[in-house]
């Protein structure tokens, strides 16, 4: 059935339904959307190997839409499949893509703070990539005196452990970020 839904072409109509203004559809879209995503890890790797442009450019509008609860709830879900063992190699492939650093740079300036934390977890992932791209760098490179002062500015604000592994995270992207904005200076 999973398998039906992903391959159909009703499947392109999720990205539709989860941004209806009307609140009966959309949260339903986004659950039943959610659980295709997530509760199927060997279909879904398959589905988003084949189908990865098609995939995330449906996604990428998920990410920039103007409706808040859309664009928290994608990057929530992002970060959750993306994390997922199964598609680590579609992670790989995400975080190389300067497109998706941009949408994630864009979103750590959003007005929202839950929407900044979930892009700042995407965000890292892109930092901390030991095979980094060149454009990728040099984009890093380029902003890092914004990216700097975005993230000085930017606290979870949850709780004394989780506070304290959010800024231990956020301390080593941020010296990554000073590194390859050196390096880059000499190479890029």
Do not use: W
Not at 104 to 115: A, F, R, V
Not at 160 to 165: F, G, I, K, V
């Amino acid at each position: 059935f999973f398998r039906y839904i992903l391959e159909s072409t009703s499947f392109e109509l999720f990205f539709k339904f989860v941004e209806l203004p009307n609140f009966d559809v959309a949260p339903d879209a986004f659950s039943t959307f959610k659980d295709l995503l997530t509760k199927h890890e060997t279909l879904v790797s398959e589905y988003l190997t084949s189908h990865y442009d098609e995939f995330f450019d449906l996604y990428e509008k998920l990410l920039t839409s103007p409706n808040y609860v859309t664009r928290r709830q994608s990057l929530k879900l992002l970060s959750e499949f993306l994390l997922e063992s199964s598609n680590s190699h579609i992670m790989k492939r995400y975080i190389v893509e300067v497109r998706y650093l941009k949408v994630m740079m864009t979103l750590l300036k959003d007005s929202s703070k839950n929407i900044q934390i979930s892009a700042f977890h995407i965000f890292k992932v892109f930092v901390a990539n030991p095979n980094k791209p060149r454009e990728i760098k040099v984009i890093l490179a380029k902003n890092h005196e914004k990216l700097l002062e975005l993230l000085h500015n930017l606290s979870a604000g949850k709780g004394a452990a989780e506070d304290d592994q959010f800024e231990e995270e956020k301390e080593l992207i941020m010296k990554e970020i000073e590194r390859v904005a050196r390096t880059c200076r000499l190479e890029c």
